[in-house]
């Protein structure tokens, strides 16, 4: 069952320009991110997709496959699905962050497994996405980290960027967010943080970027709302390790430093 990574690279960025490329000792950020999907054991090839000629000549140049899609997609998810047409026997594909450069190849290798299981049930879900726990009060308030509660037999149902699940009793008894969180000491164990990494069923990728958007995912501005209000199942696990993205000019100086120090799961690219 071919399974194929593919690693979205737009160069533009608001907050961080030219963010696919900046530099972590010594090599583009964007091959980092390659680096460690290699390394997951069950990915049989990884693609970086771009609409960029110089992360194309960036990447090539240190060996990694890559290709050119259209300037006109609005999302990565789109850019995603463009690679897919092209390789009709994939059955699995994988959207990575390009800005998690120290993602875990075993988050990578847990997500694929578990939608390989998803495919051998007939009521299997369409997606897979992964989790993390939320760490301070600052997190758990920050409209860029996206929260999901999840149900029974651990599908989502639903994402947001607010505080989700709201515990009301806390909230009443507390009289607010910051007050419970500082009175309860397993306040934050009741939230859960969303992360960027999604496996695709083939036939569910390609309907979902031909799918308009809705309502909800328009006023949280979050397109896996999209899936779920399509009646979707997205299947979400714990990740192995914790990820940290680069956003800005601090998270790249926190990415580096962690490099710098050796304080990141090593790769051992196959």
């Known amino acids: 069952m071919t399974t194929v990574a593919v690693i979205p690279a737009r160069y533009a960025s608001s907050r961080l320009p030219g963010k696919p490329l900046v530099d972590i000792a010594g090599k583009p950020m964007i091959c980092w991110v390659a ?68 993602i875990s190849p075993a988050t990578i290798e847990r997500a694929v497994e578990q939608m390989r299981e998803e495919l051998s049930s007939a009521n299997g879900a369409g997606i897979v996405t992964t989790w993390e726990t939320i760490d301070s009060f600052d997190d758990l308030i920050n409209p860029d980290l996206v929260k999901v509660v999840v149900g029974n037999d651990n599908r989502a149902a ?63 501005a979050l397109e896996q709302l999209r899936a779920l209000e399509n009646g979707v199942v997205i299947k979400v696990i714990q990740a192995s390790s914790p990820s940290t993205g680069v956003d800005t000019e601090q998270d790249l100086d926190r990415v580096r430093e962690l490099v710098d120090a050796g304080n990141f799961e090593p790769t051992a690219v196959r």
């Open 35 to 102: 680096e460690r999907a290699i390394a997951a054991r069950n990915v049989d090839r990884v693609i970086v997709a771009t609409d960029s000629e110089a992360i194309v000549e960036a990447v090539s140049k240190l060996g990694f496959d890559v290709v050119m899609t259209s300037e006109s997609h609005t999302s990565g998810t789109d850019r995603v699905a463009e690679v897919a047409r092209s390789i009709p026997d994939a059955k699995i594909f994988v959207n990575l962050q390009g800005d998690e450069p120290l």
């Open 158 to 220: 639903y994402f947001s960027r607010s505080p989700i699940p709201f515990p009301r009793d806390l909230i009443k008894k507390h009289g607010g967010f910051e007050p419970a969180y500082r009175h309860e000491p397993d306040f934050l164990k009741l939230f859960r943080k969303h992360t960027g990494l999604y496996v695709y069923r083939r036939d569910v990728l390609l309907a979902f970027t031909q799918w308009p958007q809705t309502q909800l995912e328009k006023i949280e």
